[in-house]
T-cell receptor, first 112, second 110 residues
């Protein structure tokens, strides 16, 4: 059974204090590892897809990386508007692309 | 604007009633999905459809039903057989390598 585990459950940072969120996965034949941002009461917003170990993608203050067992979401010099829940999800080969296994999410709070 | 529209945003249901959640997309995506989100838990897949007139059960399909008569529409019915229906319901669609989500419907049983 595919599993995705995120840590920590919650993370509080001061504005400008860089940190990383972790996503550990156990997936048979990983096809893609996805990161989403979710604001309270809203649907998840797509951030990144990573396909193979060693791959990195960046968007503004966020950088996602992938190894054979984990993915990290690095947040550099965060701002209060980066506060949200960050979701990690996996997709296994041979399945529909939107058939995702999600982790529980990391709630990020950035204080000014 | 292209996107996924879910309605209503909030829905209240009395015990024993069936309710239907709407999901419409104008992205021309073939595949559509329904997920359920509970506090402190990851999203869980209820049903998905890869083409019109075909759909498959996800991990937690019991107490739910769907239809896919049009490419653009994938309504979800929460039946009275669903024991704990209070949750946040999310519809998604996908093409190639990415899945995109609607803004969700919060269902509360009163």
């Amino acid at each position: 059974e595919d599993q995705v585990t995120q840590s920590p459950e919650a993370l509080r940072l001061q504005e400008g204090e860089s940190s990383s969120l972790n996503c550990s996965y156990t997936v048979s034949g990983l096809r893609g590892l996805f990161w989403y941002r979710q604001d309270p009461g809203k649907g998840p917003e797509f951030l990144f897809t990573l396909y193979s170990a060693g791959e990195e993608k960046e968007k503004e203050r966020l950088k996602a990386t992938l190894t054979k067992k984990e993915s990290f979401l690095h947040i550099t010099a965060p701002k209060p508007e980066d506060s949200a829940t960050y979701l990690c999800a996996s997709n296994a080969g041979g399945t529909s692309y939107g058939k995702l296994t999600f982790g529980q999410g990391t709630i990020l709070t950035v204080h000014p | 604007d292209g996107g996924i529209t879910q309605s209503p945003k909030y829905l209240f249901r009395k015990e024993g009633q069936n309710v239907t959640l709407s999901c419409e997309q104008n992205l021309n995506h073939d595949a559509m999905y329904w997920y359920r989100q509970d506090p402190g838990q990851g999203l869980r897949l209820i049903y998905y459809s890869q083409i019109v007139n075909d759909f498959q059960k996800g991990d937690i399909a019991e107490g739910y039903s769907v239809s896919r008569e049009k490419k653009e529409s994938f309504p979800l019915t929460v039946t009275s057989a669903q024991k704990n229906p209070t949750a946040f319901y999310l519809c998604a669609s996908s093409i190639h390598t990415e899945a995109f989500f609607g803004q969700g419907t919060r269902l509360t049983v009163v």
